[in-house]
């Protein structure tokens, strides 16, 4: 069984930088399409970033630029470095993974969830 753990979150200001850990843990996630997606109170969850199994990358609008996602096989962990973060980037940021996927936005198409990490963008 797949695991995902994040961690990374925190408070930050604005315009501030954070980088995102998604380490998984029982089998290699390298088959997998790897995103994030984040949850702010009162939302929908939404896309962020996805990876692809041949390091595609996908972005929503909102964080093209800003947001770069990345993947190193060998440590079985994906990455979300975040810069200009802005308050409305506040959200439980998710992990989640897609067995052969093609970095898909719909978070149906993903069945391995982390826990998620909180950040915080005070301004």
């Known amino acids: 069984q797949v695991r995902l753990a994040e961690s990374g979150g925190g408070l930050v200001q604005a315009g501030g930088s954070l980088r995102l850990s998604c380490a998984a843990s029982?089998?290699?996630?390298?088959?997998?399409?790897m995103a994030w997606f984040r949850q702010a109170p009162g939302k929908e969850r939404e896309f962020v970033a996805a990876t692809t199994t041949g390091s595609s990358t996908y972005y929503a609008d909102s964080v093209k630029g800003r947001f770069t996602i990345s993947r190193d096989n060998a440590k079985n962990t994906v990455y979300l470095q975040m810069s200009s973060l802005a308050p409305e980037d506040t959200a439980v940021y998710y992990c989640a993974g897609d067995y052969a996927g093609r970095g898909s936005s719909y978070s149906d198409n993903y069945e391995l969830w982390g826990q998620g990490t909180q950040v915080t963008v005070s301004s």
């Open positions: 029982g089998r290699t996630v390298s088959n997998y399409a």
